[in-house]
């Protein structure tokens, strides 16, 4: 399985490299974006680690994360992957989603799905797609939820002892859920 560079109006998604740490870094100094998420990065050497294990993750196949570049800045302005990948079963996470405060309630999140689900369904052929947030994080969820994914259940203690919300997306819902973010972007 491939993964590649995924461009939209708004937004680009490019491999991830240990070049991304710093301008990660600067894009991620709001508390609050780390107050939901099951680690906190407070210094450029714990981003650098970040940036390596989710390289790491992509060189043993289990994951492929990208940088999320604003093209109306060409800046980069945060984080999403692939994760949890499983070519046997044809089913993947999309995970550790973070975006500079600068983006929070714009098209930036919605396009980055509608390109990373695309690429799912469409070349990959993935049967499934499932997202996952903790309990707590409920704008996390209802972005989830705003782009038409199905809300499963509860993980209790799954990733560091935290709970879990988990939602998917199925291959026989994908041209609904397609349609759905389309009328969003279009908005």
Not at 32 to 41: M, T, Y
């Amino acid at each position: 399985m491939s993964f590649g560079d995924l461009e939209g109006e708004r937004v680009k998604l490019q491999p991830i490299e240990i070049k991304h740490a710093d301008p990660l870094f600067h894009c991620s100094r709001n508390e609050k974006l780390w107050e939901k998420l099951p680690i906190q990065v407070n210094t450029l050497d714990e981003m650098r680690e970040f940036v390596q294990a989710a390289i790491t993750g992509r060189e043993s196949g289990e994951q492929f994360p990208y940088v999320v570049i604003d093209k109306t800045t060409n800046r980069i302005i945060g984080t999403t992957r692939y994760l949890r990948i499983s070519t046997l079963h044809k089913h993947l996470n999309i995970g550790w989603t973070w975006y500079a405060e600068e983006v929070w309630r714009t098209r930036v999140n919605t396009e980055a799905k509608y390109l990373l689900l695309t690429q799912a369904f469409e070349l990959w052929k993935a049967v499934r797609v499932e997202l996952i947030t903790t309990t707590d994080h409920l704008t996390s969820q209802k972005a989830i939820e705003r782009i038409g994914a199905t809300k499963e259940g509860v993980l209790r203690k799954k990733y560091n002892n935290r709970d879990y919300v988990i939602y998917s997306i199925i291959d026989d819902e994908w041209d609904a859920v397609k349609t759905r973010l389309e009328t969003l972007l279009k908005q």
